[in-house]
C-alpha cells in the first residue's frame, strides 16, 4: 500500500509515468469513466479549501467511484476531541482511499501511519502539497513541453507557502531548473529549503526582493497568496498582504511565452486585468488539478495500465 505525503515519494520515472496518465485522461476521458466503479473516496479536511477537496471529488467521480468526508473540523468528532489517528482507523472501515488536509504539520504522516487505506497529504500546516504540486507540474509540462531547462520565479510568501516549499523540492530533480526567489525579507524560504534542499544539491538560486527586476529572465512565474491564516499578528499580515500586485504593467517585462501560474486562491496578488493575457494559466492549472489527481488516485489504487 502506498501513500503520498510529499512529491520525493514518486521517482521522477514514475511522476513522469502519473504525468503521461494525466495528458491520457484529459484526452481519452471516458476511457477512464468506470475505472473507479465500486470504490469509495474519503475526504477529511480539517482546513478550508476549495479547489482540492472538490477537485479529488470531481476526480473520484469522474472516475464512476463515489465521494464521503467533511469539510471542517468543526463538522467532524475532532470538535469532540477525536485523535488524527483514530479518524482514519475508522475511515478506513468505510472508503478505499483518504485525502486529508489539516493546520498541523505532519498530520497527514501520522494519518498514514495508522491508515489501513492509502492515505494523501491534500495540505499539511506550512509544510508540504504534494497534489498541489502534481498539479503544478503538469501545468508547467503541458503547457511548456519540458520540466527541464526553465527558469522559474517564486512570488510572495515563500516562508508559509507550502505549495513554493513541495514545487522547489520537485523541481530540483530536473536538469538546469534556475530559482528566483521574490519575496519580502520577512517572508523569504524557511532555512532548511535554502540550506538543505537548494545549496545541498548545488541548485542555481538567488533571492530578490523586487518582482521587476527578476520578469524578464522568467519562464514561469509563480505567484502566492500571503498565507493569513499562519500569521502570529495581523499587523504584519496587514503591512505584507499587498506587497506584490502583478499588473498589466509589470507584464510588459516578461518573456511572450512567459507563464502566470498560482495555486489559487487569488486575493490581490495578481490584478484581474491580467486574466484575460495569453500567458495567464492559473484558471488552466486548477483544471489540471482535476486529472493529475485522477491519475493519482487510480495509481494508488493499484488500478493504472
Ligand atoms: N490551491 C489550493 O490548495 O486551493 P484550496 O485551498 O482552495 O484547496
Known amino acids: 500500500m502506498r501513500h503520498l505525503m510529499s512529491p520525493l515519494d514518486l521517482s521522477v520515472e514514475e511522476l513522469d509515468k502519473l504525468l503521461d496518465l494525466a495528458n491520457d485522461i484529459e484526452k481519452n476521458p471516458d476511457k477512464y469513466a468506470h475505472a473507479c466503479d465500486g470504490k469509495k473516496l474519503a475526504t477529511c479536511f480539517y482546513e478550508p479549501s476549495t479547489r482540492t477537496r472538490l477537485s479529488f471529488e470531481a476526480a473520484m ?16 468528532s475532532a470538535s469532540k476531541g477525536e485523535s488524527v489517528s483514530d479518524t482514519i482507523r475508522v475511515i478506513s472501515c468505510y472508503a478505499d482511499i483518504c485525502a ?15 491508515s489501513l487505506i492509502p492515505v494523501i497529504n491534500a495540505g499539511d500546516g506550512g509544510h508540504q502539497h504534494p497534489t498541489q504540486t ?7 509540462r503541458t503547457l511548456k513541453g519540458r520540466l527541464s531547462d526553465i527558469t522559474i520565479g517564486l512570488c510572495g510568501d515563500l516562508k508559509f507557502g507550502r505549495t513554493v516549499h513541495s514545487l522547489i523540492n520537485a523541481l530540483i530533480r530536473y536538469k538546469n531548473v534556475k530559482f528566483v526567489l521574490i519575496s519580502p ?10 540550506e538543505d534542499v537548494l545549496r545541498a544539491n548545488n541548485v542555481e538560486f538567488e533571492e530578490v526582493e523586487r518582482l521587476e527586476d527578476a520578469m524578464s529572465k522568467l519562464d514561469v512565474l509563480y505567484m502566492t497568496r500571503v498565507q493569513k491564516e499562519r500569521f502570529f499578528n495581523e499587523e504584519d499580515y496587514v503591512r505584507l498582504k499587498d ?21 489559487l486562491p487569488r486575493v490581490n496578488e495578481i490584478s484581474v486585468e491580467v486574466d484575460d493575457d495569453p500567458r495567464a494559466a492559473y484558471f ?22
Not at 467521480?61 to 463538522?75: C, E, I, K, R, T
Not at 486529508?100 to 495508522?114: D, N, T
Not at 506584490?244 to 495555486?263: N, S
Open 185 to 194: 525579507e520577512e517572508l523569504r524560504v524557511p532555512d532548511y529549503i535554502r
Open 284 to 305: 488552466k492549472q486548477a483544471q489540471y488539478g482535476v486529472y493529475v489527481r485522477m491519475a493519482l488516485i487510480l495509481t494508488l489504487l493499484g488500478l493504472a495500465e
Open 100 to 114: 486529508i488536509r489539516h493546520p498541523k504539520e505532519g498530520a497527514a504522516l501520522v494519518a498514514s501511519q495508522k
Open 243 to 263: 506587497y506584490y500586485v502583478l499588473t498589466k504593467e509589470k507584464m510588459q517585462l516578461a518573456k511572450e511565452d512567459m507563464l502566470v501560474l498560482h495555486p
Open 61 to 76: 467521480l469522474n472516475l464512476g467511484g463515489s465521494v464521503l468526508g467533511f469539510a471542517s473540523a468543526d463538522s467532524s
Open 134 to 140: 502534481l498539479t503544478d507540474l503538469l501545468t508547467i
